[in-house]
């Protein structure tokens, strides 16, 4: 079935290096696109988004990168703090349905 | 503003008992979703509410998940009889009206069907 995966269950970064973390969707008919940090304890939160008719789009030491050419959907995060550290999500959307989500990466900020 | 709020935060049960989660969605938000992640598993769309109407209900796992939201508020999802693979944690969103919107998530229940 179609399904949106990502590339490295764990990525470990130096604080204060940049992280980038990659995803893969299947469905060409998703139109919109969602990364979610998940804390310990607490829901995914909203991080950023992007629909399909974009490439780029940048938020507070955050990016996302969307390459419809190769499915291909990335989350960029500069100078990496300790609160950073969480499991990241992507997510797509078809029309008005639910969120088909990713298995998520873990990201590890080390000092 | 208060974001969803979901009860209970943990709830260990038997199985064959019955369990009911509750959600309720940032005022004014029309769309409710509910999800759930199994362990070791992705998290999984279960179904949409727009107000008080079922608007896709196409992953819920089996007729003994009932999902009720009725007067369009607060949204109820009834597990009866709780088998061992309903574990996991349950998550409830909400969003404003249109497909577009951020659907923003509560904390989750955890359950534990033992």
């Known amino acids: 079935g179609e399904s949106v995966g990502l590339h490295l269950p764990t990525l470990s970064v130096q604080e204060g290096d940049n992280s980038i973390i990659n995803c893969a969707y299947s469905?060409?008919?998703?139109?919109?696109f969602i990364w979610y940090k998940q804390e310990s304890g607490k829901g995914p939160q909203f991080i950023i988004d992007i629909r399909s008719n974009m490439d780029k789009r940048q938020g507070q030491r955050v990016t996302v990168l969307l390459n419809k050419t190769v499915k291909h959907l990335s989350l960029q995060i500069a100078a990496t703090q300790p609160g950073d550290s969480a499991v990241y999500f992507c997510a797509e959307k078809t029309g008005a349905d639910g969120l088909t989500f990713g298995k998520g990466t873990h990201l590890i900020i080390q000092p | 503003e208060a974001g969803v709020t979901q009860f209970p935060s943990h709830s260990v049960i038997e199985k064959g008992q019955t369990v009911t989660l509750r959600c309720d969605p940032i005022?004014?938000?029309?769309?409710l979703y509910w999800y759930r992640r199994v362990m070791g598993k992705e998290i999984k769309f279960l179904l949409h509410f727009v107000k008080e109407s079922k608007q896709d209900e196409s992953g819920m796992p089996n007729n003994r998940f009932l999902a009720e939201r009725t007067g369009g508020t607060y949204s109820t999802l009834k597990v009866q009889p709780a088998e061992l693979e309903d574990s996991g944690v349950y998550f409830c969103?909400?969003?404003?009206?249109?497909?577009?919107?951020?659907?923003?998530f509560g904390a989750g229940t955890r359950l534990s069907v033992l």
């Open positions: 969103a909400s969003s404003q009206r249109g497909a577009k919107n951020i659907q923003y």
């Open positions: 469905n060409s008919a998703s139109d919109y």
């Open positions: 005022s004014g938000h029309d769309n």
